[in-house]
Nanobody, 123 residues
Framework: QVQLVESGGGSVQAGGSLRLSCAAS????????MAWFRQAPGKEREFVAV????????YYVDSVKGRFTISRDNAKNTVYLQMNSLKPEDTAVYYC????????????????WGQGTQVTVSS
């Protein structure tokens, strides 16, 4: 069992930056592939970024490539999402997720979810 708690959301102007954190409970954090998803009002949950167990091979949705960076610190049981050059279309609730499938990008492939943190980008 893994419990995930996101933090770091907020309101910023376009072009600004935010850093999201997701703290995981349990001693098996390093065994999980970790990902970030987001969900805007009236839209389906969308894959954003994923990182492997060791922190290698990050993979991103095209719309955030070059602007977002996913990383993890297994010693701290934490995964991060650094978001730069934010755009209004990045506005959503951001969720972290833990799973076992290599570089999975679909929500149903993940076993554990956080409660989400709101990111609002104004123009």
């Amino acid at each position: 069992q893994v419990q995930l708690v996101e933090s770091g959301g907020g309101s910023v102007q376009a072009g600004g930056s935010l850093r999201l954190s997701c703290a995981a409970s349990g001693r098996t954090f390093s065994r999980y592939v970790m990902a970030w998803f987001r969900q805007a009002p009236g839209k389906e949950r969308e894959f954003v970024a994923v990182i492997t167990w060791s922190g290698g091979h990050p993979y991103y949705v095209d719309s955030v490539k070059g602007r977002f960076t996913i990383s993890r610190d297994n010693a701290k049981n934490t995964v991060y999402l650094q978001m730069n050059s934010l755009k209004p279309e990045d506005t959503a609730v951001y969720y972290c997720a833990a799973g076992s499938r290599y570089l999975a990008t679909m929500p149903w492939e993940y076993d554990y979810w956080g409660q989400g943190t709101q990111v609002t980008v104004s123009s």
